[in-house]
Every structure is written in structure tokens, then in C-alpha cells.
């Protein structure tokens, strides 16, 4: 179990971070917020990275939301059906019928996410957009389904956003990462969605308060 942990979210959690810091070079501001989370924290007496403080990072896990949305780490997935049975708006699916879902395309969809789903927008994620400590608002899995959903979400899905805030918060309370080149880099969906010729970055340290 504890390997099947670790091998399956390798590849998607490196592919999930990648994306963000491509992202987050675009929208400092959001970078902005988010290591002023991180040390707000650290400075209030947490006891460090430790697993409390990087439950509370909200805002760190919003932005990690919104890149997936855009960039999920699995582009599409397939199930198979066990017995005859009928879609939500009404389509038949036989026993062993292949039902294919796109979360790449359901992230871009108008209809679930607004005139604004092109946008990189972290507050989508908050029960009040805009406000100081927020709280993260539920969203369905079946609108969200980057770690499945129902009876098959992924076992690691809590496990993978305490990684990747660590790894997240780790690297930008001490540096600042720049594309070294700024054109819009291309999304390759093959088995884990990844960023074509990788991302080469310059990498700065912060400067301290």
C-alpha cells in the first residue's frame, strides 16, 4: 500500500507543481498571498512545516486547486461498468460498456465554472472571495474530479496536498522561480498530463523581511 502510495503520486504530484509555478510566475500577486500565508504561519509559533500548519494553508491549497483545475495531473480516465446502467442526463450504458471523463475539458467548461474559467483565479475556491483567513468552500467531486470521485476517489488525495503544500511552501519561502522562457508552454495529456521540454526556471532567493 505504502508503495502504491508513493508510485502513484510521483509523476502527478510533480506534474500538479510544475504547472502551479509556471502559473504563479504569471500571477505574482497570488505568489504574493500565498508566502504571505506561509509566513504569517511560521511566525505565529508554528511548530514549522509540520502537518497542522499545512492543513491550515488555505489559500496555498487554493491555488494548488485552481492549477489542477486548469492542468489536471490526469488529463482524462476511463471506467468500466459492472451491470446495465443509466447516465445522469439520461444515457444508457450496458455491463462493460468504457466511459471515458475529461477533467482537462470539464476544468474549461463555462457552464460548471463561469465566464471566467480561462482566468487563474484562487478566490473561486473560497466561501467568501477576498477574505482575510477565508474558508475553502465544498466542491463536488464530480465537478472537481482531478482525484475521481464516488466510490473510487483516490486513497491519497489528502496525503498528495500535504505534499505538495510542503514542497510548495518549502521553495517559496526561501526563493522566487522565473520561467527562463515566457511563452505559453504546451500540455502534452498522455498518461500524466506534463509540461513539453519540462519547465527551466532561474531560480532567486527571497529577500527577508
Known amino acids: 500500500m505504502v508503495i502504491s502510495f508513493i508510485m502513484a503520486g510521483r509523476?502527478?504530484?510533480?506534474?500538479?507543481?510544475?504547472?502551479?509555478?509556471?502559473?504563479?510566475?504569471k500571477h505574482?500577486?497570488?505568489?504574493?498571498?500565498m508566502v504571505k500565508e506561509v509566513e504569517s504561519m511560521l511566525d505565529n509559533g508554528g511548530n514549522g512545516l509540520d502537518?497542522?500548519?499545512?492543513?491550515?494553508?488555505?489559500?496555498?491549497?487554493?491555488?494548488?486547486c485552481e492549477s489542477m483545475r486548469l492542468y489536471p495531473?490526469?488529463?482524462?480516465?476511463?471506467?468500466?461498468?459492472?451491470?446495465?446502467?443509466?447516465?445522469?442526463?439520461?444515457?444508457?450504458?450496458?455491463?462493460?460498456?468504457?466511459?471515458?471523463?475529461?477533467?482537462?475539458?470539464?476544468?474549461r467548461m463555462e457552464a460548471l465554472w463561469g465566464?471566467?474559467?480561462?482566468?487563474?483565479?484562487?478566490?473561486?475556491?473560497f466561501q467568501e472571495p477576498g477574505a482575510e483567513n477565508g474558508l475553502l468552500k465544498p466542491v463536488s467531486p464530480f465537478k472537481f474530479p482531478v482525484f475521481q470521485a464516488g466510490p473510487r476517489v483516490c486513497l491519497g488525495k489528502e496525503m498528495a496536498f500535504i505534499q505538495m503544500k510542503y514542497v510548495v511552501a518549502?521553495?517559496?519561502?526561501?526563493?522566487?522561480?522565473?520561467?527562463?522562457?515566457?511563452?505559453?508552454?504546451?500540455?502534452?495529456p498522455l498518461l500524466t498530463g506534463h509540461m513539453a521540454?519540462?519547465?527551466?526556471?532561474?531560480?532567486?532567493?527571497?529577500?527577508?523581511k
Not at 521540454?197 to 527577508?208: A, P
Open 11 to 25: 509523476d502527478t504530484t510533480s506534474s500538479a507543481m510544475t504547472w502551479l509555478f509556471w502559473l504563479l510566475s
Open 51 to 64: 502537518f497542522e500548519t499545512l492543513k491550515e494553508m488555505n489559500f496555498v491549497k487554493a491555488c494548488i
Open 28 to 33: 505574482e500577486n497570488a505568489e504574493k498571498m
Open 197 to 208: 521540454g519540462g519547465l527551466n526556471v532561474l531560480v532567486k532567493r527571497r529577500e527577508l
Open 170 to 188: 518549502s521553495i517559496l519561502k526561501k526563493f522566487e522561480i522565473r520561467p527562463v522562457n515566457r511563452e505559453q508552454p504546451v500540455f502534452v
Open 115 to 125: 465566464k471566467d474559467w480561462f482566468e487563474f483565479e484562487p478566490d473561486r475556491w
Open 73 to 107: 495531473p490526469v488529463a482524462w480516465d476511463s471506467k468500466h461498468a459492472l451491470d446495465d446502467d443509466v447516465l445522469p442526463d439520461g444515457t444508457f450504458v450496458g455491463k462493460g460498456d468504457r466511459v471515458t471523463y475529461f477533467p482537462y475539458g470539464m476544468g
